[in-house]
């Protein structure tokens, strides 16, 4: 079975900073990845996705992700945050072929300061 | 328009009493989904319809009862709510299973309150 570890529940950090959000998987077959933001009270949204190909993603917002498969690993980042970038992101994963769901990890919580 | 549309936002009931929601789909898609959101905004997957067809079925209380008159829809029925239960629930929809590398797309949520 697959999942999905964000090592970080928490991360502040300060407006125009750069800010990686890391993610880590585990699944015995191979995997899409996904990252979700959630605005406070709204529902999920689709920042970027890890089908195949290139192993660097760019999404929406100036976010991008990178597939490193040694490393089981699909970390987020942005170069420059705004204090709009504050919510909360989740990784997720999804055993490719198979009718299973997606599995989130606990999600981290960003937090832009001024 | 909105894709993934979900009834009612709120819904704040006492234990005991019985309560559906609602979730209706415009995107044309085959495969919805109920996902219960924790208070630590933990995700975890309920039900899983594709067609109108169950799919998946987590490991969720009887009381929990998932309906789907169409591909369009999927309601969730409550019976005999418990403290418990409250929490964010979530509907979702893809194209197909998101295992052939489509995202699911989620309506905005019901926050279910159990007093």
């Known amino acids: 079975a697959q999942s999905v570890t964000q090592l970080d529940s928490q991360v502040p950090v300060f407006e125009e900073a750069p800010v990686e959000l890391r993610c880590n998987y585990s699944s015995s077959v191979s995997v899409y990845l996904f990252w979700y933001v959630q605005y406070p009270n709204q529902g999920l949204q689709l920042l970027l996705k890890y089908l195949s190909g290139s192993t660097l993603v760019k999404g929406i917002n100036g976010f991008e992700a990178e597939f490193n498969k040694s490393q089981t690993s699909f970390h987020l980042r942005k170069p420059s945050v705004h204090i709009s970038d504050t919510a909360e992101y989740f990784c997720a994963v999804s055993e490719a072929g198979s009718a299973r769901q997606l599995t989130f990890g606990s999600g981290t919580q960003l937090t832009v300061l001024p | 328009d909105t894709a993934v549309s979900q009834t009612p936002k709120y819904l704040v009931t006492q234990m005991g009493n019985d309560k559906s929601i609602k979730c209706e789909q415009n995107?044309?898609?085959?495969?919805m989904y109920w996902y219960k959101q924790d208070s630590k905004k933990f995700l975890k997957i309920m039900f899983s319809y594709n067609n109108k067809e169950l799919i998946i079925n987590e490991t969720v209380p009887n009381r929990f009862s998932p309906k789907s008159p169409d591909k369009a829809h999927l309601n969730l029925h409550i019976n005999s709510l418990e403290l418990g239960d409250s929490a964010v629930y979530f509907c979702?929809?893809?194209?197909?299973?998101?295992?052939?590398?489509?995202?699911?797309?989620f309506g905005q949520g019901t926050r279910l309150t159990v007093v």
């Open positions: 995107l044309g898609h085959d495969t």
């Open positions: 979702a929809s893809s194209q197909v299973y998101t295992g052939v590398g489509t995202e699911a797309f």
